[in-house]
């Protein structure tokens, strides 16, 4: 049995709503063949919130073993590092996280918002937000860089906005298993950020041949004028298609970086920033010169049926 | 005479929710709802580029984001007055409507009916049929809730890439065509759903459903067949009138609605011209008259708000979000109080349904008023509804391939003005206010279906609509209040468009 507790600080909601259309494995096969017991999920729970009370008292006290801590939303420490625009019971919910942390095993961000500040820490940042152990790119949050949780690990971050249904309960899954978690220099789970947006997105042809659109709704790529931050952007979109069925890059959306700690980015985010025709975030690890050099021969060899977008993506 | 105060939490809401409740020899006597998240969306669009608004405001929600979106489009397109295709205006109603299906089906059987399940019931005849429906993660109807939500989100995800939160209704359209393939494949999902649907929630075919008309053909509905009585939508009312459900919980009888779904024929115009599926209105509670709806009849007060005070009600185009947080004072929420015609008024599935004078629901009212079981009801009778009119959607796709789905402007950039979008979201009316100078947003006021619901006081000291369903309601036992949390969950709280502080002062306050 593998105990969680969930919470949601300053949030939409979405990363529950996102994980209650998980299917490999679903929330139900984490509770039923998994072992995780939901001793509180806030749009699950049966027992009225006097539960909850009852829950925190004892794993305060250490009479409530607490194995897995999944926190949804935004640190909020405003008004005046009081954190009381987020409060529980006449408290901060910021210092009931703290607390909380030190009695877990693990403990999860689920969503950009957890792991970095997320939407709300966007200018001008109304309501002071933070991560878990990252403010934005900055390494330490509401936890300082140090901070381990009981098993040793830092805060794992599945980021995204939402996070992905399938990382966050694959996640879960894994932790339950006793399974090692590798994390990148973020602290993400490498299985499900070791890999770009770009990767597997149907309009790659276009991307390859440097067939670029200018205006929404058609078929080529999105990179070099809507503002796509697909090939900048790790995550599993276009591996494990979102709702088993598509992702935002696939569909006509730029991707807008949602996993990234600078999400959402303060330029324009349908537009994309560019030195004369060339982006100025080019994928990752690539050298200007080079890149120039290859997309004008790329061009030269597009075939007819991709220079005239005739094909679907 | 014994008075004390009391305060309780609710989970199984969006959002983080709190009343403050006086009791006065065990019947409420005062009632203060408290919004206590606050996030500053409104501060964080201002100087933006308009268009990132279709990122950011479908992060306000993570259940209605797909209407989040298409109010933000709606008041950018209206600022530039840039028409949208037919094919447009048809994928986005789908979008829409298999958003709101996936929330009422998670709201009834995972927020709603899991109440039914309280030990205070145990004697009930139907108790051990609610339990084996309705118990989280062991119930057919909370598990069915959860499989088939997850599917019809699907539809979603062919045409905007994924949900919760994507962009892809832009200014002149949506960003993919509907394809055969996505026709096909969403069909199929429509298709499972209905299925679904009648095996679990009607026990019976949708066609006999929707051509119940009266209060009295439901009801013999009901009885007809055993498997109707023991569908989810019978042990729910069975359970709802055996505890009582219908006679509490009414509220201010005043009712509005935004109208839904733009219709396709008449794609390319603009308020006030353009038509909805489902009709706009103002449900004058005084007079029983359904007046024509005029968006310049809203106000919004923030007398009891934490926002920096101004006099009586304003317009959202001069509305301001400041944040005032005064935790020793008599205001006690985040959420405004939204006024129309200075009245209060509640929103959502029960007043959509009368103000479209849909037959059922319009007879049921009449019966024995706005209930919290007949809000509840309006709720699952809306899902057997949006379950036709999105075949009916489908298949006018279907008939006109090729079809364009965006029109692109052509100025890239909204020009400089004013605009708003309204819609209906599955909690009823939403609306974004946007203004635009020099090339960027100056101004963005939302109001949310939840603002309306559980608008504290206002300016005149009238209690919001959520606060006078509770209020005169006997309470039998002040340590356990299942009553309440029927009554609030009838209503869809979504608590997260707001932001929330409590301030128990030197009251005598009660966890529970």
């Not at chain 1, 349908?270 to 004008?296: C, Q, W």
């Not at chain 2, 939840?450 to 309470?475: C, F, I, M």
């Amino acid at each position: 049995m593998t105990t969680l507790l969930w919470l949601q600080t300053g949030s939409c909601g979405g990363d529950t709503m996102s994980i209650l259309c998980a299917d490999s494995p679903s929330v139900e096969e984490l509770v039923d063949e998994y072992g995780i017991q939901m001793l509180w999920q806030p749009s699950l729970s049966m027992e009225p919130t006097g539960r909850l009370e009852t829950l925190i008292e004892a794993i305060l006290a250490g009479q409530q073993t607490l194995d897995i801590l999944c926190i949804e939303g935004s640190i909020i420490t405003g008004p005046d590092g009081s954190g009381m625009y987020d409060p529980y019971r006449g408290r901060s919910k910021m210092s009931l996280v703290r607390e909380l942390a030190e009695k877990a095993e693990y403990v999860v961000a689920l969503g950009t918002c957890a792991a970095y500040g997320g939407v709300h820490s966007a200018p001008p940042n109304p309501t002071d937000c933070l991560g878990l152990q990252f403010d934005k790119k900055s390494p330490g949050g509401l936890l300082s860089v140090d901070w381990r949780s009981r098993k040793g690990l830092p805060v794992i971050n599945i980021s995204g906005c939402p996070a992905h249904p399938n990382a966050m309960t694959k996640t879960l899954a894994m932790l339950a298993m006793g399974l090692p978690v590798e994390l990148d220099h973020i602290n993400r789970p490498k299985v499900f950020f070791n890999t770009t947006v770009h990767q597997g997105c149907t309009r790659n042809e276009y991307h390859e041949y440097d067939v670029e659109d200018a205006a929404f709704g058609g078929k080529a790529c999105m990179f070099f004028n809507l503002g796509c931050q697909g090939p900048v952007t790790m995550a599993i979109c276009n591996t494990e298609l979102w709702n088993g069925r598509s992702s935002k890059t696939r569909a006509g959306v730029p991707c807008f970086g949602c996993t990234s700690p600078d999400f959402p980015l303060d330029h324009d985010l349908f537009d994309t920033e560019k030195i004369g025709s060339i982006p100025v975030h080019l994928p990752m690890g690539v050298e200007r010169a080079n890149y120039m050099a290859y997309k004008s021969l790329a061009h030269e060899a597009a075939p007819e049926r991709v220079l005239n977008k005739t094909m679907d993506p | 005479m014994s008075r004390r105060t009391i305060q309780i939490d609710l989970n199984r809401v969006e959002g983080d929710l709190d009343f403050q409740l006086e009791l006065e020899d065990g019947k409420i006597v005062d009632a203060r709802c408290i919004g206590s998240l606050y996030r500053g969306f409104e501060q964080i669009l201002v100087d933006r580029n308009p268009k990132d608004a279709l990122v950011i405001t479908p992060r306000i929600c993570g259940i209605c984001g797909t209407a989040q979106l298409n109010a933000a489009v709606l008041a950018l397109e209206q600022v530039g007055r840039i028409p949208v295709p037919p094919a447009a205006v048809r994928i986005r109603n789908l979008c829409l409507m298999a958003e709101t299906v996936q929330s009422d089906l998670r709201q009834s059987f995972l927020f709603f009916t899991a109440d039914f399940c309280h030990p205070k019931y145990r004697h009930k005849p139907l108790y051990e049929k609610a339990r084996a429906a309705f118990l989280p993660f062991k119930g057919w109807a909370h598990c069915g809730a959860l499989e088939y939500s997850r599917h019809i989100v699907e539809i979603i995800a062919l045409f905007g890439g994924q949900w919760p939160h994507s962009s892809y209704m832009l200014p002149g359209g949506v960003t993919t065509p509907a394809s055969q393939r996505h026709i096909i494949d969403s069909l199929s999902i429509v298709n499972k759903l209905t299925r679904g649907f009648e095996q679990m929630v009607l026990g019976g075919d949708l066609e006999t459903w929707l051509a119940l008309q009266s209060a009295d053909d439901f009801f013999a509905w009901l009885t007809a067949k055993g498997s109707h009585a023991d569908s989810a939508i019978g042990l729910f009312t069975q359970m709802s009138r055996d505890i009582g459900l219908h006679r509490v919980g009414f509220g201010t009888p005043h009712m509005l609605s935004y109208g839904a779904y733009d219709d396709p024929d008449a794609a390319g115009t603009f308020p006030p011209q353009h038509q909805r599926l489902f009709k706009a209105g103002f449900l004058n509670g005084d007079t029983g008259i359904i007046e024509a709806f005029e968006q310049a009849e809203i106000t919004e007060h923030v007398r009891y708000s934490w926002f920096q005070p101004y006099a009586g009600g304003r317009h959202p185009f001069q509305g301001q979000t400041i944040p005032d947080y005064q935790p020793h004072s008599d205001r006690y929420t985040w959420c405004k109080a939204p006024r129309y015609q200075n009245k209060v008024v509640q929103t959502g599935p029960l007043a959509d349904a009368l103000i479209n004078g849909e037959a059922l629901i319009c007879s049921l009212y009449q019966a024995e008023g706005g209930n919290a079981w007949l809000r509840q009801f309006a709720r699952l009778h809306r899902t057997a509804r949006l379950l036709l009119k999105m075949r009916e959607t489908l298949h006018q796709l279907a008939a006109h391939p090729n079809a364009p789905h965006i029109i692109n402007p052509p100025e890239k950039d909204i020009p400089d003005g004013e605009g708003f979008g309204l819609v209906t979201a599955a909690r009823g009316a939403l609306g974004h206010w946007v203004q635009i100078t020099d090339g960027v947003i100056s101004r963005y006021q939302v109001v949310t279906p939840t603002a309306w619901n559980a608008s504290p006081k206002d300016s005149e000291g009238r209690h919001g609509h959520w606060e006078s369903s509770l209020l005169g309601l006997a309470v039998d036992d002040p340590e356990d209040l299942v009553e309440i949390g029927h009554i609030i969950r009838s209503h869809d709280p979504c608590l997260v468009c707001t932001v929330h502080v409590l301030d128990t002062g030197k009251r005598t306050t009660l966890w529970l």
